[in-house]
């Protein structure tokens, strides 16, 4: 299967170059996550293999949704929990852990990178430039910039991250209600036709 990075061959210079072009804030390379136009439906948002739900549950769905804040929450939560759970990895998967990460801004609209294999990478504004040409080998370099490549793929869409987990939560919400409903019709004992 074809990876969708782009991972071109570079120079040691340019390598350093393009990281040092790369958007700062919070004190470290950051990314912005807000989200403008998410699929709040719950029917996939673009997703590949989304959950399978019922159309027929759509106006309930958006009345749970506008009832519930903790659907929100969860929402923008599980969009980033891989990064601040220190679960990221970028490809081929083999760096689980190496990256740090904290949420930002008054809305938490800034992913900034915090570090990397142990190195603190908060402040490095005026730094960043000698710590990569000065403090990184090769390989830590080109490892480094292939996950910056990843994470830059990986974060573009935020909107989709975030659609993607409302697919995910309307699933787990339309089988909590579909076992709630057997549980009553149980208790009443009652059999669904579908059973």
Not at 59 to 73: G, H, I, K, P, R
Not at 155 to 169: F, H, I, K, Q
């Amino acid at each position: 299967m074809a990876h969708p990075y782009n991972f071109r061959r570079m120079t040691k210079a340019a390598i350093i170059a393009e990281l040092c072009e790369h958007a700062m804030r919070y004190g470290g390379l950051a990314w912005n996550i807000k989200v403008y136009n998410a699929d709040w439906t719950g029917h996939g948002g673009g997703h590949e293999h989304p959950e399978r739900v019922t159309a027929a549950l759509d106006e309930l769905w958006e009345s749970t949704l506008q009832a519930s804040e903790w659907l929100v929450n969860d929402a923008y939560e599980g969009a980033v929990r891989m990064f601040l759970d220190g679960e990221y990895t970028s490809y081929p998967g083999d760096d689980q852990g190496d990256w740090t990460f904290s949420q930002e801004g008054r809305s938490g609209g800034w992913l900034v990178l915090t570090g990397w294999r142990g190195h603190n990478l908060m402040g490095m504004y005026s730094d960043l430039k000698e710590w990569l040409r000065d403090e990184l080998t090769w390989a830590e370099l080109r490892a480094f910039h292939r996950g910056i490549v990843c994470l830059d793929h990986d974060l573009r869409n935020p909107s989709r991250a975030v659609s993607y987990e409302v697919n995910y939560l309307r699933g787990r919400w339309e089988s909590d209600l579909a076992d709630a409903r057997t549980d009553t019709l149980e208790s009443l004992n009652i059999m669904p036709a579908y059973l």
